[in-house]
C-alpha cells in the first residue's frame, strides 16, 4: 500500500477573516504572526507552492510599538529609478505620514519573493483608525 503526501489546491483553501488590533503591539512579532497567517502555516493542509492563507485586517495601525531606539534610528528606503534617486524616511517620519506602511512593509519583508508573495500581500488590508469596511466578512478577531 502506497501513501502520498496531499498536496493543497487552489480549490481547497476557504480562507477565514481575520481582525488584529495593533494597539500596543510590537512591530515585528505582529508582522510575524500575520505572515504566518497570510502564507497558511497554522492550516493542516499548508502547501508551500498553493494559496492556503486567510486575510487579515489590521485596525489601529498608528498604534503599532517599536523597540529600542527604532523610531528613530530605523531607516526605509526607496528609488526613483533616477541617478542619485534614493530617498529615505526614519519610521518616526513615516509614522507620521502613513503609519500602515510600517505593518505593510513588515509583512512583505516576511513573504515570498515570487507571484505567490505578491498574491498573499494583497490579501492584507490595513487601517490605521478603529474602522474597517470589511464587517461584511464577518472577521473574527485574532489575538497575539
Not at 40 to 48: D, Q, R, V
Not at 81 to 107: C, F, N, Q, W
Not at 123 to 138: C, F, M, R
Amino acid at each position: 500500500m502506497k501513501k502520498y503526501t496531499y498536496s493543497a489546491k487552489k480549490s481547497d483553501n476557504r480562507g477565514k477573516w481575520w481582525i488584529v488590533d495593533a494597539d500596543g503591539a510590537i512591530l515585528g512579532r505582529l508582522a510575524s504572526m500575520i505572515a504566518a497567517r497570510l502564507r497558511g502555516k497554522h492550516n493542516p493542509l499548508y502547501t508551500p507552492h498553493v494559496d492556503t492563507g486567510d486575510w487579515v485586517v489590521v485596525v489601529n495601525a498608528e498604534k503599532v510599538v517599536l523597540t529600542g531606539r527604532k523610531f528613530d534610528q530605523k531607516m526605509y528606503y526607496r528609488h526613483s529609478g533616477y541617478i542619485g534617486g534614493l530617498k529615505s524616511i526614519t519610521a518616526k517620519k513615516l509614522m507620521e505620514k502613513r503609519p500602515e506602511d510600517l505593518i505593510r512593509h513588515a509583512v512583505k519583508g516576511m513573504l515570498p519573493k515570487n507571484s505567490l508573495g505578491r498574491k498573499l500581500f494583497k490579501k492584507l488590508k490595513v487601517y490605521t483608525g478603529n474602522e474597517h469596511p470589511h464587517a461584511a466578512q464577518q472577521p473574527e478577531v485574532l489575538t497575539l
